[in-house]
């Protein structure tokens, strides 16, 4: 049975969830906007045992938060398709992230589907159903919301549970459920949930080509530009685009200044003071400090050795059916040279079980000893 309203009524809402007390498990979606704001802002959240489904209003006035807590945070397994943005809301509205999930996305990589694929995709592949993507870029904040954005949102877990059955069964088949719960364990605890303020750099590309001293600089005017920001909720473009980040640190290489554009945003006397502020942190911090060796350009000795074991992990993966970006990330790769950490994921946990350890030592022989 589905519900074709958006349930705005506490009781109503109430009376959905007490219906599925007694489900062991639930699929959920979240739809969001976040063209106007630093943070997602949710507006719909979808939800279905399998039998019964309906689609909860979260723009409400109301303080939805205590109706949903027993949802997430009970014993219930919370099914999701590529989780990450779901989870990100569900972290900014209850400050913690359900610890028993399984998500579909992730799931398929351990059985030979495409690397992230999307949930239409799959539906199709697998049950030849096919999925209206029609309503994809709606506008979810706008009321009332019509059937067809309705049935589009339930659409999204009406398949979710059989999904589901379909995915583990294959897994426990495989003997590759042990794998994917712990692969699934390790990215709830991996994943910061917090804003990442320090690391905000990383999204500016041409940074990479500035000199030391120069990209110390718009590292530490990315910095600011994420603080305001996150004070005004706000996307971080509308402050400063990324471009004028880079312009504005050649600025202060040659002239010890920062012309600020007018801006409603800005307050130039007092925001080139937190500027300052800003690069003089990153002068003293050593937490700052070590993102200079975070560039790969810096692993170019070990270039040949990482070529080497990307292939021979990606024969493993070959040779188990399990996505390769999933079985070897050039990140966890190049880390794992880079700090010649032989407790790494990339030699434990589960893909140790599949690897020849010896062929990785032989590898990696030159440079340190697997022990």
């Not at 106007?36 to 802002?41: S, V």
């Not at 993507?133 to 659409?155: C, F, G, H, V």
């Not at 007018?262 to 925001?271: R, V």
């Not at 399990?322 to 946990?349: F, W």
Request: charged share 30%; hydrophobic share 35%; net charge positive.
């Amino acid at each position: 049975m589905q519900n074709m309203q958006l349930l705005a009524d506490p009781k109503k809402i109430q009376a959905f969830l007490n219906d599925l007390k007694d489900s062991n498990h639930i699929s959920i979606d979240i739809e969001f906007m976040r063209r106007n704001t630093y943070f997602p802002e949710p507006c719909v959240m979808q939800i279905s045992n399998g039998k019964i489904h309906t689609c909860i209003d979260l723009a409400l006035e109301i303080d939805y938060k205590e109706l949903l807590y027993e949802i997430f945070f009970s014993n219930k397994l919370i099914i999701f398709h590529s989780c990450r943005q779901d989870l990100e809301i569900i972290y900014m509205l209850f400050g913690k992230i359900p610890k028993n999930i399984f998500d579909t996305q992730i799931a398929a990589s351990f059985l030979g589907y495409k690397f992230q694929i999307g949930y239409a995709e799959l539906m199709k592949e697998i049950f030849n159903i096919e999925i209206n993507k029609s309503e994809k870029m709606t506008n979810w904040k706008k009321r009332p919301l019509t059937d067809n954005q309705i049935q589009y949102a339930l659409n999204d877990v009406i398949h979710l549970n059989d999904l589901y059955y379909f995915l583990n069964k294959q897994l426990v088949e495989t003997k590759k459920i042990d794998y994917f719960l712990e692969e699934i364990k390790n990215f709830i605890e991996d994943v910061d949930w917090e804003p990442q303020i320090e690391n905000s750099w990383k999204r500016i590309r041409s940074i990479k080509s500035l000199d030391k001293n120069t990209k110390k600089t718009a590292k530490a005017i990315a910095t600011w530009r994420e603080k305001k920001a996150i004070e005004l909720n706000i996307p971080r473009n509308w402050i400063l685009a990324e471009k004028s980040i880079i312009e504005l640190s050649y600025e202060f290489k040659n002239t010890n200044k920062v012309s600020l554009p007018n801006n409603k945003y800005i307050d130039k006397i007092k925001d080139f003071e937190r500027i300052k502020i800003a690069i003089n942190e990153i002068e003293n911090n050593d937490k700052y400090q070590s993102f200079e060796n975070i560039n790969v350009n810096n692993l170019k000795e070990y270039k040949k050795i990482a070529d080497d074991l990307y292939d021979y992990y990606k024969s493993v993966s070959i040779k188990n059916n399990i996505s390769y970006q999933v079985v070897s990330p050039k990140k966890m790769i190049l880390n794992y040279l880079r700090e010649k950490d032989c407790k790494s994921r990339l030699v434990s946990g589960w893909r140790r079980k599949l690897i020849d350890i010896d062929k990785v030592s032989n590898i990696t022989e030159s440079y340190f000893n697997l022990s």
